[in-house]
Nanobody
Framework: QVQLVESGGGLVQAGGSLRLSCAASGRTFSNYAMGWFRQAPGKEREFVTRISSSGASTLYADSVKGRFTSSRDNTKNTVYLQMNSLRPEDTAVYSC????????????????????WGQGTQVTVSS
């Protein structure tokens, strides 16, 4: 079992930045690939980014590419999401997720490609 706790959300003006953190406990963190997803009001949850267990490989949704950066520190059991140039359409609850399954590029972007989820943190971008 892996427990995930997100933090760092808040209210920011358009063009601003936030850094989200996801702290993991319970199992060997470095064995898990980590994903970030977000869910805006009235919309389905969508993929944001995935980072491999070592941190060497990342994948981003087109909507955040060039603005968001995922990283991890396996010594601190934490994954980060640096969000720059934020837009009102980035407003959502952001959740991190973990999996040990190898998967492929198809499963990386799907909710069912992950086994453990955090509760989420609210990000609100004002115009």
């Amino acid at each position: 079992q892996v427990q995930l706790v997100e933090s760092g959300g808040g209210l920011v003006q358009a063009g601003g930045s936030l850094r989200l953190s996801c702290a993991a406990s319970g199992r060997t963190f470095s064995n898990y690939a980590m994903g970030w997803f977000r869910q805006a009001p009235g919309k389905e949850r969508e993929f944001v980014t995935r980072i491999s267990s070592s941190g060497a490989s990342t994948l981003y949704a087109d909507s955040v590419k060039g603005r968001f950066t995922s990283s991890r520190d396996n010594t601190k059991n934490t994954v980060y999401l640096q969000m720059n140039s934020l837009r009102p359409e980035d407003t959502a609850v952001y959740s991190c997720a973990a999996t040990q399954r190898l998967g492929d590029r198809y499963s990386y972007t799907r909710e069912d490609g992950y086994d453990y989820w955090g509760q989420g943190t609210q990000v609100t971008v004002s115009s």
